[in-house]
């Protein structure tokens, strides 16, 4: 099936540095990918919807300047979590939508901790 | 604003036993989906609900949905260790991408 690779897993960074994660779908196009944030032992919160080549809509809430979305191809886009502070440390998962619109296109997560 | 509520939110239970977890939803969505969560992972894919009245079942697990009731039920039958996880409902929308809004989440533990 359908794979979205994400990374890293798990990332550990100070306070006030940046982070990148990746997610890349291996064989399918990503025309949206959706960013998702879980605190534990909580749900998952949308936090942004990107569509390739245009910029993302965040939902409420969630700063676009903290938190920074790339779609530059429809097999790649980035999540950026600048000036990272212990608040911002969640497990992140993206989702990328095809056109076969398959609820299967989830990533593995990132574990962000920021110390 | 579309708002995805499960109850309950934690459940114990013993191997054996039958049990029903509930997601209500607050506007007309067309696709409803149940996904499994292990510990540090991401989401399994359970079940898609395209329509009313429409049920799936896979193993000891069944799902239904009443669109009109704006409702979908996850029923365990016989419940096993290791159906022990969180379960998630998620609803899209009905306009453009779909974009899923996640139920609170069903904290299910199966006693052996």
């Known amino acids: 099936g359908a794979v979205v690779s994400q990374h890293p897993s798990w990332v550990i960074c100070k306070s006030g540095t940046s982070v990148k994660i990746e997610c890349r779908s291996l064989?399918?196009?990503?025309?949206?990918m959706f960013w998702y944030r879980q605190f534990p032992k909580q749900s998952l919160m949308l936090m942004a919807t990107s569509n390739e080549g245009s910029k993302a809509t965040y939902e409420q809430g969630v700063e676009k300047d903290k938190f920074l979305i790339n779609h530059a191809s429809l097999t790649l886009s980035t999540l950026t979590v600048t000036s990272a502070h212990p608040e911002d440390s969640s497990f992140y998962i993206c989702r990328g939508e095809g056109q076969d619109f398959s609820p299967l296109h989830f990533g593995n997560g990132t574990r962000l901790t920021v110390t | 604003e579309l708002k995805v509520e499960q109850n309950p939110l934690f459940l114990s239970m013993q191997e054996g036993k039958n049990y029903t977890i509930y997601c209500n939803y607050s506007?007309?969505?067309?696709?409803l989906y149940w996904y499994r969560q292990d510990p540090g992972k991401s989401l399994e894919s359970l079940f898609v609900?395209?329509?009313?009245?429409a049920v799936k079942q896979e193993g000891r697990l069944m799902a239904s949905l009443d669109t009109k009731a704006r409702l979908s039920t996850l029923h365990i039958t016989a419940a096993v260790h290791d159906l022990s996880a969180t379960y998630f409902c998620a609803v899209s929308g009905t306009s453009g991408t779909y974009k899923y809004i996640f139920g609170t989440g069903t904290r299910l533990k199966v006693l052996a």
């Open positions: 506007t007309t969505s067309d696709r």
């Open positions: 609900l395209l329509s009313n009245g």
């Open positions: 064989d399918f196009q990503a025309t949206t």
